[in-house]
């Protein structure tokens, strides 16, 4: 048993660190930017923080936090996704378990172990809410309980509502805010069984590419960490930081949104490669070509976000980023050249 | 013995078979039927991969999922693939240290199925037939007593296949039940079948004369 546990560990961190894999194609000194802009994203977490704990807030001021914290609740819980195997490899792992019970322990196990970070997150802040003496955040630790058992109890696969990350958003400053994200992560569920065998047909190129992009449960958990992102940087905002200071934040959160964009365009990428000889069968060669341009397609979403909430400079900076990285292959040497390019930026 | 009784299983309304009612004793078992009426699945539930909704399984005495049961059975499938990032060494290296068989002994069947020049490749850029060859490297390699084979001769070449009879005619002889699940006949293989079963729609089993 012990040794089969283990196996299952290193099967674990070997799939992890595959995920991680294209990471390895990045410049040391693109692994260093990549530092810079993890700091610039803890500092704020740790301000999120406090804030959401802080006694002198009132509750209405305390739901922009609230919403953050939820939104890093389902970030995490679509993320949890990746680590998911095919089901044929997931059978063969199981056919090495000593015995039914083992295989069932070490599955579970192996589920926790993949939403770590997700308790980590979420049991400190609802254990402090929980604990707090205002009555107000006793009241947010058990609907956060209530919405943290619907997700891990409800729905298979940890899958995330979409209707339910809206509704994080949409929800106005009630005090049963987990009705509307109850009611809304039902009807999903409820949509999907009503779906479920009726694959809706491709149609169009595109709308084949918005039908996997809705199902692809990474997707959901790069959308949410773009919209995080912007959080964060509305957030830095607010504060009263020095001009320079503030252009290095905007840099930063610029090269995180293209990042972003970058990573969901390679998911779709890989999913097209897959599908490489099947596509190559099935379209003229112009519709090939088609689909290959849907690459761009993420990066749209860039663009309307990086124009909408940004400053001129950093919009430009986003859109032009994240279209080379949509289109460059040597990624060695575009960190490089990216990295003169933002201390030339942070520079002046 | 391998006794399955009262046996029904399914996915979601769609009922597979139910009530199923089957004794075996060792020997090579042929199971045939027609696509979709429940061979494989009776083969992952019979392995202990899935669960069956009703009815009880035993070979020795032992019942499924046990791991008395699990050491005595193995599994050749498509819906059982050996992890496509790793080296075809790799798995024989998990596979030699889950179920404790012993590593040349694993060797040599990958040898005898000519994939001893692969062990460095990974599984994920084996042909079809390199990749059936090792799933059955898998579950040869352990002499197990249950052997369940979904469709092992798909994609095989003649000398694998003349291989794979030859191991599946010795463990018949050292006193292994042997169940092959699949739609050819077996008339097709040098192989002395002793019993030929065929699963219908509906889970109905039929026994039919070699």
Avoid at chain 1, 36 to 51: C, D, K, M, N, S
Avoid at chain 1, 178 to 206: I, Y
Avoid at chain 1, 253 to 260: E, H, K, P, V
Avoid at chain 2, 167 to 182: F, N, Y
């Amino acid at each position: 048993m012990g040794t089969y546990l283990l196996v299952r560990f290193e099967l674990f961190w070997q799939q992890a660190c595959n995920a991680f894999a294209p990471l390895n194609k990045f410049s040391f000194l693109f692994v260093m930017l990549a530092g810079h802009a993890l700091l610039g994203l803890l500092a704020p977490l740790v301000l999120l923080g406090f804030q959401l704990f802080n006694p002198e807030l009132g509750t209405v001021e305390r739901w922009p936090y609230l919403q953050m914290l939820l939104v890093l609740l389902f970030c995490w819980q679509g993320g949890v996704a990746w680590q998911q195997k095919p089901v044929a490899q997931q059978y063969f792992v199981e056919s090495l378990a000593p015995s039914a019970k083992v295989a069932g322990l070490s599955n579970t196990l192996m589920a926790v172990v993949n939403q770590l970070p997700f308790w980590f997150l979420t049991l400190p802040a609802w254990a402090y809410l929980l604990l707090s003496s205002k009555t107000m955040a006793c009241f947010d630790a058990i609907q956060l309980l209530l919405v943290l058992m619907a997700l891990c109890l409800g729905f298979k696969a940890r899958q995330t509502s979409w209707l339910a990350l809206g509704a994080v958003f949409v929800v106005p400053a009630v005090s049963l805010w987990s009705l509307p994200l109850l009611a809304f992560m039902l009807l999903e569920r409820a949509l999907q069984q009503q779906l479920d065998g009726q694959q809706l047909s491709a149609g169009s190129l595109f709308r084949y590419w918005l039908y996997w992009f809705i199902r692809q449960q990474q997707n959901k958990a790069m959308v949410l960490l773009i919209i995080f992102v912007l959080a964060l940087w509305h957030y830095w905002l607010e504060q009263q930081l020095k001009p320079e200071a503030m252009l290095f934040v905007s840099s930063v959160f610029s090269w995180i949104l293209a990042l972003l964009c970058y990573a969901q365009q390679k998911l779709w990428q890989q999913h097209l490669l897959a599908q490489h000889y099947f596509w190559l069968a099935l379209c003229t060669k112009k519709q090939w070509v088609l689909l290959k341009l849907l690459n761009v397609l993420p990066v749209l979403p860039a663009i309307v976000l990086a124009l909408s909430f940004f400053d001129a400079v950093s919009a430009v900076c986003t859109i032009a980023l994240a279209v080379v990285l949509s289109f460059w292959q040597q990624l060695k040497l575009l960190s490089v050249a990216s990295c003169c390019f933002i201390l030339l930026v942070v520079l002046n | 013995m391998l006794t399955i009784n009262n046996l029904s299983f399914g996915y979601g309304k769609q009922q597979l078979f139910s009530n199923l009612k089957l004794q075996l004793d060792a020997g090579l078992h042929w199971l045939s039927g027609v696509n979709g009426s429940g061979k494989s699945s009776l083969l992952r539930v019979l392995a202990g991969l899935d669960k069956a909704s009703q009815g009880s399984i035993s070979f020795h005495q032992h019942q499924v999922g046990s791991s008395a049961y699990q050491t005595l059975v193995s599994i050749s499938a498509d819906a059982v693939a050996p992890l496509q990032d790793n080296t075809v060494l790799g798995v024989l290296q998990l596979v030699a240290r889950c179920r404790g068989t012993a590593m040349e002994q694993l060797l040599l069947h990958a040898k005898a199925f000519a994939l001893e020049p692969l062990l460095k490749q990974k599984v994920a850029v084996l042909s079809l037939g390199q990749q059936k060859k090792l799933s059955l490297t898998l579950a040869l390699a352990a002499n197990p007593q249950l052997v369940l084979l979904d469709e092992p001769f798909n994609a095989l070449d003649p000398d694998s296949l003349i291989y794979c009879c030859s191991v599946l005619q010795a463990a018949k002889e050292r006193g292994a039940l042997v169940l092959i699940a699949s739609h050819l006949s077996p008339q097709s293989f040098e192989l002395a079948v002793d019993q030929h079963l065929e699963l219908k729609a509906g889970g109905h089993l039929s026994f039919s004369s070699l």
